[in-house]
């Protein structure tokens, strides 16, 4: 039987996450909707202010491009866009500056501005991050990994670093885990895992390719396969068992290095938590035994 994978909230889910989920899905919208998906996210309230008419000109497209839109990101039509878009927007509290709301960081821009649209944009991909992730789907994430024989994490460039974090706290948890920073090594490793084992993959865009490969030799092998991406439409989700999706938007400069990674450390704390949780002596042991052993070392060091 086909495995189906498994996504985080979507838009037709609560207001909190309309803007979020409209972000994530841009990238498998067409050129027309992307348009269209562009004035929303930069403006929200004006948007819902708009008629249909007003919208498709702005976008330099036509009224059926937007309702087209509106079906693309779960809503039934404009009416109900326009309801989402003003919940969202009273929802919403913009920053005292409203420059840094935007990520934009123009050439010559003092150091002020550049430490708060930096700092506005790290912590609101955290929060946006929390507030659309689906805890059931990370229960069952939580579930198979506490099952899990063996559990290899998979990831490339700045996703590698997340990663390597990740196997290294599942390690600190007594967990077989193991991270390959070896794009041959990984293939290889991916092919040789079977049923009972877990194979996560992490991407920021979705498309890395070399991630996409791993999770698929896996999968092929009969391993559970999760993987973790800021685009749920994006080809790694077709690799995939189970789906959690991280909501950072990069500021200028900063395109899949920083908040994309502030918010795949959310997530994968958030199940590492939750792993701690549900085997609280062994995690405890194990955990009490890493600090033991740093302190010895640390003991032995001031000795010499």
């Not at 037709?12 to 348009?35: K, T």
């Not at 420059?99 to 649209?117: C, F, K, N």
């Not at 390690?171 to 290889?188: E, I, K, Q, S, T």
């Not at 590492?272 to 085997?279: Q, S």
Request: charged share 20%.
């Amino acid at each position: 039987m086909a495995r189906m994978a498994r996504v985080s909230a979507g838009a037709d889910e609560g207001p909190a996450g309309l803007i979020v989920q409209i972000n994530g899905l841009l990238p498998a919208l067409s050129p027309a909707e992307q348009r269209v998906a562009r004035i929303v996210l930069a403006d929200p309230a004006d948007a819902a202010r708009r008629t249909i008419t007003d919208l498709a000109a702005a976008a330099q497209t036509s009224e059926a491009s937007v309702v087209r839109f509106c079906r693309s990101i779960g809503l039934t039509g404009y009416p109900q866009l326009r309801i989402r878009l003003a919940e969202e927007a009273a929802r919403r509290v913009e920053p005292v500056d409203a420059r840094v709301a935007g990520g934009a960081i123009h050439p010559g821009a003092d150091l002020s501005q550049i430490i708060a649209t930096v700092a506005f944009n790290d912590a609101r991909a955290v929060e946006e991050t929390a507030q659309q992730l689906d805890p059931v789907v990370c229960e069952q994430i939580v579930h198979v990994m506490l099952k899990a024989t063996r559990i290899e994490v998979f990831g490339a460039g700045a996703s590698g670093f997340v990663a390597a974090d990740f196997q290294a706290k599942l390690h600190r948890l007594g967990r077989v885990a193991y991270y390959w920073p070896d794009v041959h090594g990984a293939l290889a490793s991916a092919a040789m895992l079977g049923v009972g084992d877990v194979a996560f993959g992490i991407s920021h865009t979705g498309t890395t390719w070399d991630t996409i490969e791993m999770l698929t030799r896996a999968r092929q092998a009969g391993a559970t396969t999760v993987a973790l991406t800021n685009f749920p439409r994006s080809t790694i989700s077709e690799a995939a068992d189970f789906v959690v999706t991280t909501a950072a938007r990069e500021t200028t400069y900063r395109s899949g290095a920083l908040a994309s990674r502030l918010a795949q450390l959310t997530v994968l704390d958030c199940i590492f938590v939750a792993l701690a949780a549900r085997t609280r002596g062994k995690a405890g042991r194990a955990l009490a035994a890493n600090d033991g052993s740093h302190g010895r070392v640390a003991s032995a060091k001031r000795k010499s």
